[in-house]
């Protein structure tokens, strides 16, 4: 684990601090923040939940901060680490250290009367973050900590070579329809994507166990 930290050690350094940067930001605007920040939205940008100060301010950073680790920890325990792409795990980490300014920022401009679409800017994070998850899907072997990883995909290498195949369109397509829905931001489509992305994966490896592979 050591030494996964000391591979990754400039993206997990600038990633902590990227994540934990709205704490800084929510410092200095603390006495312009009102009591409640809006922490929650529904479609159309309403915001339909709030927390108190101390919990926008260093609460979500941490949380986030927290996720970022945890995530990073859960593969480097992996057995088999070495077989996922050194670029996916990269792009991991920055996703959630990217998520965090974006999203905590975004609600203090909001709650400072600043007219954010919250809700444009995380889809076409997670669009983007999508579509870079699919370019790297086809390069991850048999592991435990990333990818499709069910007993047809573990069982069988060529199954999960086959699944990730597959998969990999899956998620740049569904990152392609996640930016649209940023300009959209339809439920439809939004509920679209969430079932091809649990069901077409897991039903295709699935008809390849039945095909005996």
């Known amino acids: 684990m050591l030494n996964m930290i000391k591979k990754y050690k400039w993206s997990l350094l600038f990633g902590s601090l990227l994540s934990l940067s709205p704490m800084m930001i ?11 920040i809006p922490t929650h939205f529904s479609t159309g940008n309403v915001p339909n939940g ?22 990073f920890l859960i593969t480097s325990a992996d057995p088999r680490r070495k077989n996922i792409s050194s670029k996916l795990i990269r792009s991991l980490i920055w996703f959630m250290a990217v998520l965090s300014p974006v999203v905590i ?23 983007v973050m999508f579509m870079v998850i699919g370019n790297y ?25 086959r699944t990730h195949r597959v998969t990999s369109r899956i998620f740049v397509l569904a990152g392609l329809a996640m930016i649209i829905n940023a300009f959209v931001d339809s439920d439809v489509i939004l509920f679209i994507i969430i079932m091809a992305l649990l069901t077409i994966p897991y039903g295709y490896s699935f008809f390849l166990y039945k095909k005996g592979i």
């Open 105 to 127: 920022c975004s609600s203090y401009a909001i709650a400072l009367g600043i007219n954010v679409n919250i809700s444009m800017l995380i889809y076409l994070i997670i669009g």
């Open 137 to 161: 899907l086809t390069k991850v072997k048999q592991n435990y900590s990333a990818g499709i990883r069910i007993p047809w995909t573990l069982f069988s290498e060529e199954n999960w070579n």
């Open 26 to 36: 929510g410092l200095f605007l603390w006495n312009k923040l009102p009591a409640q």
């Open 50 to 71: 709030w927390s108190n100060k101390p919990t926008a301010v260093f609460g979500l950073p941490l949380f986030l901060f927290a996720m970022m680790w945890f995530c």
